[in-house]
């Protein structure tokens, strides 16, 4: 990423600081509805399981600038949590739900720009996320559904 995609993702994220509670409902709602293979990512609670990642979202957006203490922190994250959290094909559909959950959330605010550092932005920490075995896997489907999505 380079510095303007950070400040963008940045002034985004903040932005949708001040309206968490809609984010967090709109993220929820929207990963059980991409794709119902995946709602036992967030199991019985899913509104507090959706916060709990918006916050890891949080702590990776603060780490944007600072990517050799981000992604090993990452990359370690995906290695505990591989089997109940993120997988290749799990990581596109974060990734859906998370832009759409922004665009509802912020509006025209969610502009081309913004949405281009955010795509660039989770591919990169879902990258670092997902187990080398899965990486094969996560870069061209999610690529493709990313650039057909709309968002």
């Given at each position: ?19 968490m509670p809609l984010l967090t409902q709109m993220f929820s709602t929207r990963m059980q509805l991409i794709d119902q293979r995946h709602r036992s990512l967030f199991g019985d609670d899913a509104e507090t399981n959706a916060l709990l990642m918006l916050r890891l979202v949080g702590i990776a ?91």
């Amino acid at each position: 990423m380079n510095r303007h995609e950070i400040t963008e993702v940045r002034r985004s994220w903040e932005l949708a600081g001040t309206r968490m509670p809609l984010l967090t409902q709109m993220f929820s709602t929207r990963m059980q509805l991409i794709d119902q293979r995946h709602r036992s990512l967030f199991g019985d609670d899913a509104e507090t399981n959706a916060l709990l990642m918006l916050r890891l979202v949080g702590i990776a957006v603060n780490g944007l600038n600072q990517p050799r203490i981000l992604f090993p922190l990452l990359e370690t994250l995906g290695r505990q949590n591989a089997r109940r959290m993120i997988n290749g094909p799990q990581g596109c559909v974060v990734i859906r739900a998370l832009l759409r959950s922004l665009k509802a959330t912020l509006g025209p605010s969610f502009n081309t720009t913004a949405r281009h550092a955010w795509i660039v932005g989770a591919r990169a920490v879902v990258q670092a996320m997902v187990p080398v075995r899965e990486k094969a896997v996560l870069t061209p489907g999610c690529d493709a559904g990313l650039a057909g999505a709309s968002v």
